[in-house]
Every structure is written in C-alpha cells, then in structure tokens.
C-alpha cells in the first residue's frame, strides 16, 4: 500500500533504521530547546488527555473509540473502555511532551499535539520516550485520521495502522470498524470510515474533482477532491485522472449527497492499495 501526498515531517532516528515506535519519529525539538510539557492528570478516552495544568489534550491525527458522551447516539463504540484504559496505563500520572506540526487548538480549547510521554532524566535530556499514536495505533485501538490542517507523520501513523489491520488487533477484530465496500455505505452517513473500492471514473467539473465509484454518480459513492488536494497529489507525483481503474483506500466522514460521499479535503486521506 502507498501513501499519497506529503506525509509529515522524519524524524532523524527513522535515517539510522531505529525502530518505529521506539522514541519519537518526528519530534522536532532537540534537548536544549524549550519544550512544551505537562503532566497526566484524567484520561478521558483513548485519544484525549487532560493535563495537571488544566489543558485538554488530543491525540492529534488518530480517532479512538468512543465512550457514550463521544457519539450522538448516546452509545459508546465498542471497545472504547478498553482504549481508555490502555492510554491511562500509558500516561496517567506521567509527563508528557506535546509537539506540534501544524494546528496548535481545535474549536473546543484543545491543544492538538502528536504527544510522546517523557521518560528522559530530570534534567530534561535525551530524547522523547515512546510516541502515544503509534502506541494507540499499533494495539489496534484508534484509526488515523488526519485534518488537512495537521497532516505530521501522516506516513508513520498510516503504517503503524497498517500493521494492526493485517494482524487484526483490537478494533480490526471487530467487524463494526471493517473497511467498507463502496456499495454497502447507505447506512454509515454522517460517521468515520474508512472505504476500498475500484475507481470507475475520474473527472474534474466546475474546478472540482470526482471519484466515482460506480455508473451513477446520483446514487453510487463518490470522493469529492477539492483543487487543493489535487494540487497535492500533483506534488507527490499523482495524476489525478489516472486514477480512474486503481483500485484505492479512502479515509473521511460518509455524507449523504445524491448517494455517499466523502470530500478528501488532504492527499493523506488516499491510499493506493494495488499497484
């Protein structure tokens, strides 16, 4: 599988072949420089933290299962406990550093921060302990999901995501959180999922670009790519209409607009699956 687009930033250690979970891929800060820390004080579910300062911290670019307050159901998704519980044996209690590689807050105050826990000495050298997406990810218990505006380590991430789907950890288990078929997708509206298919058709109308991934476009799924995610795909050596006939792995929110549809608002968000 090939990751689409520009994937964030490298980390030193990943040139020397360290591995990819153990440290810090992509920290950007050195020892010396001023870093931006706290202490675990809640977890409140397997992608948010709040700090001992009184800051709500998200796990930026994963998407945990929820507990009941999480959905607009009211229900929790399955096996939200059981990431709550594994990211509060990760961090409560701990220190944590925050690096950011794009957004800094969401709309509800949150910091968002790809987030390493802090098992340096006191002194504040050496480098980051282990990275907590790619913990959570690795076990099987959050999905990627990057934002246009925070697209860092969109590449390790979807690796580490990867390796959990093949060997069918945690959520992959489980068949509410399977990767969908582009025809199965009348009852997922206005939820995350992730979606394979064929593409049937790429087409640009009015300066917006189609996927479409059956004979009509009225009905069938269709990705929606905006000229900034085509320009993006550009830059990582895509052609846009020579997608058409590849069959690929799409990411975002199933929306209801003449059929299902995704609007792919960043180049991380497609994967090719064959080649």
Same mark, same amino acid.
């Given at each position: 599988?090939?990751?689409l687009?520009?994937?964030?930033?490298?980390?030193?250690a990943?040139?020397?072949?360290?591995?990819?979970l153990?440290g810090?891929?992509?920290?950007a800060e050195t020892?010396a420089?001023? &870093?931006?820390?706290?202490?675990?004080?809640?977890?409140?579910?397997?992608d948010t933290?709040?700090?001992?300062?009184?800051r709500?911290v998200?796990?930026v670019?994963?998407? *945990?299962p929820k507990p009941?307050?999480? &959905?607009?159901?009211?229900?929790?998704?399955p096996? *939200?406990?059981?990431?709550?519980?594994e990211?509060?044996?990760?961090?409560?209690?701990?220190k +944590?550093?925050? /690096?950011?590689?794009?957004?800094?807050?969401? =709309?509800?105050?949150?910091r968002?921060a790809?987030?390493y826990r802090?098992?340096?000495?006191?002194?504040g050298?050496?480098?980051?302990?282990?990275w907590l997406?790619g913990?959570?990810?690795?076990?099987?218990?959050?999905?990627?999901?990057?934002?246009?505006?925070?697209?860092a380590?969109?590449?390790?991430?979807?690796?580490?995501?990867?390796?959990?789907?093949?060997?069918? =950890?945690g959520?992959w288990?489980?068949?509410?959180? &399977?990767?969908?078929?582009?025809?199965?997708?009348?009852a997922?509206a /206005?939820?995350?999922?992730?979606?394979?298919?064929?593409?049937?058709?790429?087409?640009?109308?009015?300066?917006?670009?189609y996927?479409n991934f059956g004979?009509?476009?009225?009905?069938?799924?269709?990705?929606v790519?905006?000229?900034?995610?085509?320009?993006?795909? &550009?830059? *990582?050596?895509?052609?846009?209409?020579a997608?058409?006939?590849r069959? +690929?792995?799409?990411?975002?929110?199933?929306?209801?607009?003449?059929?299902?549809?995704i609007?792919l608002?960043h180049?991380?968000a497609?994967?090719?699956?064959?080649?």
């Open positions: 599988m090939m990751c687009g520009s994937c964030g930033r490298t980390w030193a990943l040139a020397l072949g360290l591995p990819l153990a810090a891929p992509g920290h020892a420089d001023a &870093r931006d820390v706290g202490t675990v004080q809640a977890v409140i579910d397997g933290l709040r700090l001992d300062d009184g709500t998200r796990l670019g994963i998407e *945990a009941p307050l999480g &959905r607009r159901d009211g229900r929790p998704w096996i *939200a406990e059981r990431a709550r519980a990211l509060s044996r990760l961090t409560l209690g701990k +944590v550093i925050l /690096d950011y590689g794009g957004a800094r807050e969401d =709309r509800y105050g949150r968002l790809q987030v802090d098992d340096g000495p006191r002194d050298s050496g480098a980051p302990g282990p997406q913990e959570m990810l690795r076990r099987g218990l959050a999905r990627v999901h990057t934002q246009a505006d925070n697209r380590l969109a590449a390790q991430m979807l690796a580490a995501e990867r390796g959990a789907r093949a060997a069918r =950890r959520l288990a489980l068949d509410v959180y &399977r990767i969908r078929r582009p025809e199965e997708l009348g997922d /206005d939820s995350f999922q992730l979606v394979e298919g064929t593409v049937q058709a790429a087409a640009v109308t009015a300066g917006r670009g996927l004979p009509d476009r009225h009905t069938d799924f269709t990705v790519v905006p000229a900034a995610t085509r320009r993006q795909l &550009r830059e *990582a050596g895509i052609d846009f209409a997608l058409a006939g069959r +690929v792995l799409v990411r975002g929110w199933i929306m209801l607009r003449d059929g299902p549809m609007e608002s180049a991380e497609i994967e090719l699956t064959e080649e």
